[in-house]
């Protein structure tokens, strides 16, 4: 009976210390009956002990991150969600502008514009095999807030493809107008809902960014796939990903209950929606989900 009431106790007191801690920038997430939410995909570099996947370049100068790095159109990163049931998706990703990336224009005609091949500079997130890839959410890098060609479709760029919808969030870490090869502009992070300067100033407007909930007419179980994409050579233009969040919710799976409270506490260090964790107690899976 002591147990009990002392972990009866203890979660009232973490439920106080949650709500204390929520920021404004914590996402409002839809619940479900009988569903749960859990951590699929986590990246921060600010943490020395983290890596970038192999799939991606890793830049330790001048902020701890990871970008594109092959010569293809897209640089891919399978997030398993370990067979799991679900329906929606919610996540947020931080990162930096490189050179000139364009958002939804697409500037080398020997690429296709599509969701299999490339159809923005930014990262992309899909479910699905290649081949047979859907459409998740997108964070689009427009080229700089004051030019029109190549920015964000909020201040007069390229209007992203019909199967991306409305579904994306664009930003430029650029003031502009003028861009230097492989600068990292760093006084603009991306995809942060700050700082959305000159035509960019609608950019912003969507109540839940940086968070985005993308829910699916019906369940599904793949794994899912963030991709970094640019359609020009790195030496004008890439990403810099410094963190990212995925989470899932769907039906419980044994290959993914059991949280160890401790560790959830110490992913989470008090800077994403804490909260969540007490909505459930197998909000969390116990492994980064990086194949």
């Not at 003031?175 to 700050?194: A, C, E, H, K, N």
Request: proline residues 7%.
């Amino acid at each position: 009976m002591k147990a009990l009431s002392f972990l009866l106790f203890s979660h009232f007191v973490l439920c106080l210390l949650s709500v204390a801690v929520v920021s404004s920038t914590t996402p409002f997430f839809p619940l479900t009956p009988g569903q749960e939410w859990r951590m699929v995909g986590y990246l921060d570099m600010t943490d020395p002990t983290q890596q970038c996947p192999d799939s991606w370049q890793t830049f330790t100068s001048p902020r701890s991150s990871c970008g594109k790095k092959s010569t293809a159109p897209c640089d891919s990163l399978n997030v398993t969600t370990y067979g799991a049931s679900y329906q929606t998706v919610c996540g947020r990703f931080r990162g930096y502008q490189i050179g000139s990336p364009d958002a939804f224009r697409k500037l080398n005609d020997a690429i296709n514009r599509d969701i299999e091949t490339y159809y923005v500079d930014g990262v992309t997130v899909t479910y699905g095999l290649p081949g047979n890839r859907h459409h998740v959410y997108t964070y689009a890098n427009g080229y700089a807030e004051t030019n029109a060609l190549s920015s964000c479709p909020c201040a007069g760029g390229t209007a992203p493809p019909l199967f991306v919808g409305s579904d994306y969030y664009c930003e430029s870490g650029n003031l502009g107008p003028d861009w230097i090869g492989t600068q990292f502009y760093l006084s603009d992070v991306l995809w942060d809902r700050q700082q959305c300067g000159g035509n960019e100033s609608t950019c912003c407007n969507p109540p839940d960014l940086p968070w985005f909930c993308t829910t699916f007419p019906t369940s599904i179980s793949e794994d899912l796939e963030v991709r970094i994409c640019m359609d020009e050579v790195l030496s004008n233009e890439n990403v810099a990903i410094e963190s990212f969040e995925l989470y899932i919710q769907g039906f419980s799976n044994s290959k993914v209950d059991g949280i160890v409270m401790e560790d959830a506490l110490n992913r989470f260090n008090f800077d994403i929606p804490v909260f969540l964790i007490f909505i459930h107690p197998y909000l969390l899976g116990t492994e980064t989900a990086f194949d």
